[in-house]
């Protein structure tokens, strides 16, 4: 069963998130800021990383950077996250390394969908 870590400061989101994947079969970690993000991910060796963009001094796009940068994380899948109108993610996803971005809302079958893909 493959563990997806979700990195998000806003934990009714990481909470909702998270039972959608649940329902879809996968294990779940979170994490609420992205040192913790970052230190989950070097632990626990995610099969997959999804991290909200907006989470104050440090945002998502540095956050996947860090993992992009090291060895034990380079590999692992990151999927760029967020709900900020005229935001240009793909771009954005672009520069940092992340494998995907989603805009919010999300739908859960289109999460559920990019993460399977991702992991396929």
Do not use: W
Not at 64 to 84: A, F
Not at 94 to 112: M, R
Request: some cysteine; hydrophobic content about 40%.
């Amino acid at each position: 069963m493959n563990t997806i870590l979700i990195i998000d400061d806003d934990p009714q989101v990481g909470r909702l998130v998270g039972a959608v994947l649940r329902n879809a079969g996968f294990n779940v970690r979170f994490a609420q800021t992205p040192v913790d993000g970052i230190h989950q991910a070097m632990e626990a060796r995610p099969d997959l990383i999804i991290t909200d963009y907006e989470m104050g001094d440090v945002n998502g796009a540095d956050v996947c950077v860090q993992l992009k940068s090291r060895t034990e994380t380079k590999d692992v899948p990151v999927v760029l996250v967020s709900g900020t109108p005229d935001f240009d993610g793909k771009e954005i996803a672009g520069f940092t390394g992340a494998d995907a971005f989603l805009a919010k809302p999300i739908s859960s079958s289109g999460l559920v969908r990019k993460v399977r893909e991702l992991l396929a």
